[in-house]
Nanobody, 123 residues
Framework: QVQVVESGGGSAQAGGSLRLSCTVS????????MGWFRQTPGEGREAVAR????????YYADSVKGRFTISRENVKLSVDLQMDSLKPEDTAMYLC????????????????WGQGTQVTVSS
């Protein structure tokens, strides 16, 4: 069994910052990709950021580029998402995901998911 555990999140004012963390553990030796999706009622799920844990190559949605930064941590299979210059439209449930398959990331269907952490940004 694989566990994906997020922490961080909460509430912030527009223009403020929050930091999310995610760690994968359990019956998994490696995963190439880890990242974050966000979901709002009626809006579906959006891929926010992704990182290749081996090369460090990152991907960002246009909506967060220049404001969010995903990074690898020294702890194995652990990533952070630094969110700066937050906007009310960043309000969503943020879900961490992991999968070694790039194809599954492209289709928005990584194999392993966390329960999500709520981010609320007020104007």
């Amino acid at each position: 069994q694989v566990q994906v555990v997020e922490s961080g999140g909460g509430s912030a004012q527009a223009g403020g910052s929050l930091r999310l963390s995610c760690t994968v553990s359990g019956d998994i030796d490696y995963t190439t990709y880890m990242g974050w999706f966000r979901q709002t009622p009626g809006e579906g799920r959006e891929a926010v950021a992704r990182i290749d844990l081996y090369s460090g190559v990152t991907y960002y949605a246009d909506s967060v580029k220049g404001r969010f930064t995903i990074s690898r941590e020294n702890v194995k299979l652990s990533v952070d998402l630094q969110m700066d210059s937050l906007k009310p439209e960043d309000t969503a449930m943020y879900l961490c995901a992991a999968d070694p398959s790039y194809a599954r990331w492209l289709t928005g269907t990584p194999r392993y998911w966390g329960q999500g952490t709520q981010v609320t940004v007020s104007s």
